[in-house]
Each structure stands twice: as structure tokens, then as C-alpha cells.
């Protein structure tokens, strides 16, 4: 079980963990910097600022409250739908791959693609204005073309970490998939 | 290549026997199924597992052996792994696991090795085994989605290994029969051993289900013989009950009704869906028209429905006479051709007259319509609310009759007016090549042209005022019946059942598994515990919404500027046939 520092595509610091379950069961999560609190309070701070001017303007008590409810429920929504706190991927040989993200609430969406469909695991390169962007991604087969490609599942896609750490996971990936095919 | 051995996890403590389950062909794995403990004897093993698999259709058979040592039993070990060479197949598994560790251990024999005392294999073959550990109940009541048709002749790929464990284990349901109260010869340890259980409920309702079921055909089928006959099939009235919102949704709930009362049971999963759909959405609407009709029908409701009535009517017709009499001055401070505008006003006047003369001579009778309309909220909420819808277009008929005199006219004046836009400019419309052409007129043509386009195009603004009014009129009840078409089709559509599924018991709709690493040791195979992950919520409806009849407009939103625009008459809903999804 490693854990290491790397950076994401904005320069944000993110962890790798690698774990070895057995010679052909890995899983790898990259977990992002968590919610900082200096950021929710900046926010929350201004949202009762301007709601405490617009009542003093108005003198009507329903703007306060409902400034006080709209920040509640805006974070609500926000750590349970938006922020995502880890990644994982665990791949077990001749099985499949199970790719999750896990929410700063705790939710988990989990999601198994299993071996049969998988024709490989590749880190493909994507333009982006003026960035060329690293990601790594599953291609799937295709059930009509042997040699065609159906689909590409990307992974890591909230973390987005950079070509050091993808490199890694990739070599690590592919030990596991061809000792298994 | 690795093994994988999907074992259930209620045989994790189940005494010593043999294994009895499936090998996945193509995959290598193996799902084990039951355990059949110690004593046995092997020849009533193998009737059993033969018997079984021609009821089932399941390809059975003895995969292993499985060991948990007890005290005083220290010669069972031997006996069972000699138990390989009765049971001659594939390779052998001997599964065994100490109490108190977590592990098992797995020793694969294959088919040369079966008859050799036990030989020490390497130390790397324990690691290329895997146990997935599976949740039985869970995993025989769960369906996978997608769905794949039942037709094996129409996939063109095996199915993948997942959705064939998935199979196997669903259909040897007749392996789960066999609990520990049986007298039989075999005792075996699966998720039902602990005795089966059954609800008396639904076995009571099953059986009440059948003649009830045969009633309600004998129902419907003198209904149909009702609606067949000729004198329905006269022009007016066919043309009538396809337009009329009531019918419509008759026919429609006739054809659920007739699914229903079919005497087949439902066979696969969809089919049992759609039926238990179907049947929650019919008792939940007449659930919902007998609480309109408790309302309804207490406190002289109706009759005080039918006094404000009249009045209302009285008081759309006041003010639409006003309207026409501002449009008739000089309305929004335009200046209307006086002529057309009286002769257009007079006319529309006359019109509202009659209308409300018409409704007085109704009064009377109102209440007693509405007692019996009431009435058919008995059949469901969906048939109160197109009674509702259809008397609502049959009372604003004159804003339809409005609607269509001014567009018919506006639509006139536009093709008149491009037509001779035309024609001012030297062009003309080649109807043989659908485009537009040059052409040389006569002097007298451009003469009379250039005179009747002036004058089209000064009265212009006064057809156009009426037109806009009377269309934005018409688009409010047509907004009005379209919110309650809604309503109906949202009662008609809704899978209540399935949502109740997905809340209730969120694993028999499964759209994947999820897999998790079951702490273990070193040195020993790697343990997964294998979960269904629910399906999502829109999945759920989208896989499983009742096809409905359309009411929704064919046109898109830019085709009706258009129409609009033009003058063409709009039509909101043309019941297409059946939606199928």
C-alpha cells in the first residue's frame, strides 16, 4: 500500500493509494483535496452580506431567511451531488474492472465493466483549446467489428490527475490484464 | 488462467459434503449452487442431480467437495476425497476451511490427477482461485437490465458471464425446494433450508384471481360485442368517439383490462411488470375517482357546481361582447377599416348570441348532467377528467368556431396578398415546378393586381386584429385541455408498481454488481463479496412506462410559429395510434 503526492491538470495537489489484494487484484483510488473551509465561509459570508444590505433597504425578514436557506441548501446539494472526495478503481484479473466515485456526502456511484467487453486499457491525449489533456480511459469492444471500438469509458474524470500519476496506474493496469488474457 | 468460484454465502458454515452446482462453459468458473451433506449415498446423489436437471433444464452437476471439520470427524476428510472418483468430471474442487479462519482453501484437481493420493500443489495454484461470494436469495430474485430477449436464436453473442450466473441460479429454483423438513434421503444446505417461506395472502389471492379473472373476460367480452355493433360504425358517430378524449381513454383502458384477465401467467420478467403495472395504475385510478366521487356527491356539491355555472358562462360571453365592441372602436388606438370591422363584429355578436342562448336553454338540466357525469368517476380518476376535458371543448365550441372563421380568413388574405406580391414584382408561381418564375403580364392584369393587392393590404391589420384574438383565445383552452390530457396520461404511464419495487426491495432491479474485497490473508485466494448495485431512477421509468396513446402535438414548437403565422389551422392532438417505447 502506497500512498503518494501528485497534481492534478490546475496544479491542485491530489493522493494516489496503490493496493496489492493479490497478484491479480489491484485497486488504485486518487483522492481530491477535500471541501476548505476558509472557501465556505468566504461564501457563506458574502451570500449574508448582501442579503443583510437587501434587508436593510427592504426591512423584510423573509430575504434573511431565505438567504440562510438557500446557503443550507445549496451546500447540501453541493457535497452530495457536485464535490466528489475519492476515485477508485479496482481491477481483478479475468474478471473485470469496477470503477467508483465517491461523494463528500458519502454517496457512492459504483459502475462494472467486465472483461469480456473490455478490449483494453489505454491513456489516450485530448485538445482542449490550447491544452492537450491526458486522461485514462477503457475502450470496449465491439460486438459487430473485432477489431473496432464500441465505447470509451474514461476514468478519473472528476480528479483528472496528471501523466506521472496516470502512467503509473496504467503500467500497474496492464500488468494485471495481460497476465489474465 | 484464474478460477472463479461464485459461492453462496449462506453455505459459509454448512457441514461437509459434496458440491453441487454449474460450470459456466467458456468462462472457467464455476457457480456452486448447494451443499449435500455427509451421509449420502452416491448413487441417490446422482438420481437426484439427474432428475433435477431434467426438470430445470439446468446443466447440474457434482463440482467438488466441501470440508469444514468438526470435532469427531476426523475420517471424513479421507472419505470425501475419494468421493472424485465416483464422481468423475472436469476438474474437481476440494474446498475446504478451518473454523475460525476467515479463508478457504481450494485445491483443484484436474482430470489426470483424480485417483492419485492428494499431492501437494504448488503454492502460486492456490492464487489463481477466486471466491466470489454472492447473496442467493438476492441474486435468484434480481433481474439484470438491459433486458435481453428471451429468444436465444436472436442473440448473436453468448451471454456474458455475469447474466449467465445470474440464470443459473434462477432457474434452479427447484434445488431450493429440498429443506431440512424433508424425509427424503438427501440433506442439503441453501438459502431456503431453513424451510420455505410463503405468504398466504398471495397464495389466497392467486387462487381468487382465477375466476375472478374469467368474469371480467365474460365482462369484456359482451363489452366488445356492445361496441361492435353496426350502428356505431355510421359516419358521425365513429367520427365522434375518435375525437372524444372519454372513448378514447375507454378503449384504452379496455385493452389493459384485457391483458389483465388473460388466464396465461405472465412469462418473463417484462411481461410480469407490465401486467403488475397496469393493475397498480387501474386500482390506484379508481382509488382516486371513488375520493372525487365522496367529494363530489356530499354537501350538495354538485348542485352548487352547477349554480356557479350558468353565471360563468353568462359572464365569458359579457365580457368576449365587450371585447368585440373595443375591437369594434378603435382598439389599442389603431384605426380599423369600418366597414369590414362592423361587418366582422356584427357577425361575431350574432354568434355569441346564440351561443348563450343556447346554454340558457341548458340550465335546467346542467345538475342532472353533471349527477350523471359524476358518475363515471366510478371508473377511474382518468374518465372524470376526460369527461371533464370533453365538456370543456364542447362548451368553448364557440371559440373553436371563432378560432376557425378568422384564421380562414386570415389564411385567404395572406396567400392572397403573396400572391399578388408576386405579381407586382413580375414573378409567378410555376405550380408544375414548384418554384417561382418570371412572367409578363398584361397591362390591365398589373392594373387590377397592383389595385387588389392595395386594397388586401390596408385591411390587412383589421383581419389581422381578430385573428390574434381570437387565436390567443383558443390557445387558452387549448392550454387548459392540455394540462388535463397531462394529468391522464401521467396516471395512465406511471409505473407505480416498479417504483414501489425500487424502493421496497432495490435489488431485484439490479443494473450491475458491485464488488468488494472481503479482508484476507496472505498467501491464501483472493475473497470478493459480489452486491447488486440498484438500478437508477430513471432507468426504472423509462424501462418500465406503460405505452400510452399519444397526446402530445406532432409539430414542433418552430412548425407552429409557422402555422400560426400563416393562418393554418392549428390542431393541438391527433391521437396517434399506440406508443409502443
Known sequence: ??????????????????????????????????????????????????????????????????????????????????????????????????????????????????????????????????????????????????????????????????????VKVYKSCQEVVSRCQ | MVLKIFFPQCCNRADSGLLVGRWVSGHDSAVVLAVIHYPFIPGQVKQYIQQLQAQSGVELSVLGSWSLPKEGQEGLESFIRDLSTIFPQEPWLQISRQVGKTGFTCEVL??????????????????????????????????????????????????SELRQMFQTVARSELLFFLDRYDDGPLKSTH?????????????????????????????????????????????????????????????????????????????????????????????????????????????????????????AADHVARQLEELLQWLMGAPAGLKMNRALDQVLGRFFLYHIHLWISYIHLMAPFIEGILWYGGLSACLGLTFALSLLSDMVALFTFHIYCFYVYGARLYCLKIYGLSSLWRLFRGKKW??????????????????????????????????????????LLRLVVVLFQGVLHLIVDFINSFPLFSVGLWVCRSYRLAEGVKFRVLCDEPGTALHLLMEMNPLRFGSVLQTYRTATYSCYPKDSWGALVRKLFIGELVFPWRHKTTKTD
Open chain 1, 1 to 166: 500500500m502506497e500512498d503518494e503526492a501528485f497534481t492534478d491538470i490546475s496544479g491542485k495537489p491530489i493522493t494516489l493509494d496503490c493496493q496489492s489484494h493479490s497478484s491479480f487484484c489491484r485497486e488504485f483510488t486518487v483522492s481530491s483535496p477535500k471541501v476548505s473551509i476558509g472557501k465556505v465561509m468566504v461564501y457563506t459570508c458574502s451570500v449574508w452580506l448582501v442579503a443583510y444590505s437587501v434587508f436593510f433597504f427592504t426591512q423584510n425578514t423573509a430575504v434573511l431567511s431565505s438567504a440562510i436557506i438557500v446557503t443550507l441548501v445549496g451546500m447540501m446539494l453541493y457535497i452530495h451531488f457536485v464535490k466528489v472526495d475519492h476515485e477508485s478503481l479496482l481491477v481483478i484479473g479475468s474478471l473485470g474492472l469496477q470503477v467508483s466515485s465517491t461523494y463528500a456526502s458519502g454517496r457512492e456511484v459504483t459502475t462494472f465493466i467486465e472483461m469480456d467487453k473490455i478490449r483494453d486499457i489505454v491513456i489516450n491525449e485530448a485538445i482542449y483549446m490550447h491544452q492537450i489533456i491526458y486522461y485514462l480511459c477503457v475502450l470496449m469492444k465491439d460486438q459487430s467489428e473485432p477489431n473496432g471500438v464500441s465505447g470509451v469509458v474514461p476514468l478519473f474524470q472528476s480528479s483528472k490527475p496528471r501523466l506521472s500519476c496516470l
Open chain 2, 191 to 311: 438459502w431456503q433450508s431453513e424451510g420455505r417461506e410463503a405468504s398466504i395472502i398471495v397464495e389466497l389471492l392467486k387462487r381468487a384471481s382465477v375466476p375472478l379473472c374469467v368474469f371480467i373476460s365474460w365482462l369484456l367480452s359482451v363489452w366488445t360485442w356492445f361496441c361492435n355493433i353496426r350502428i356505431f360504425s355510421v359516419f358521425p358517430l365513429s367520427f365522434l368517439s375518435s375525437k372524444l378524449s372519454t372513448c378514447v381513454q375507454l378503449n384504452y383502458r379496455t385493452e389493459h383490462l384485457r391483458t389483465l384477465s388473460s388466464p396465461r401467467a405472465a412469462e418473463g420478467h417484462m411481461e410480469f411488470m407490465r401486467k403488475a403495472n397496469i393493475l397498480v395504475s387501474v386500482l390506484v385510478d379508481v382509488a382516486l375517482g371513488v375520493l372525487l366521487m365522496s367529494w363530489l356527491y356530499r354537501d350538495e356539491n354538485i348542485s352548487t357546481l352547477a349554480h356557479t355555472l350558468v353565471p
Open chain 2, 110 to 159: 484436474g482430470r489426470d490427477q483424480i485417483g492419485k493420493a492428494a499431492q501437494q500443489e504448488e503454492e502460486e495454484d492456490e492464487e489463481k482461485v477466486i471466491f466470489v461470494h454472492y447473496e442467493q436469495m438476492k441474486v435468484m430474485l434480481s433481474q439484470l437490465h438491459p433486458i435481453e430477449s428471451q429468444n436465444p436464436d436472436n442473440r448473436s453473442e453468448p451471454p
Open chain 2, 430 to 471: 410555376n405550380v408544375l415546378r414548384q418554384r417561382v418564375d418570371s412572367c409578363s403580364y398584361d397591362l390591365d392584369q398589373l392594373f387590377i393586381g397592383t389595385l387588389l393587392f392595395t386594397v388586401l393590404l390596408f385591411l390587412l391589420p383589421t383581419t389581422a386584429l381578430y385573428y390574434l384574438v381570437f387565436t
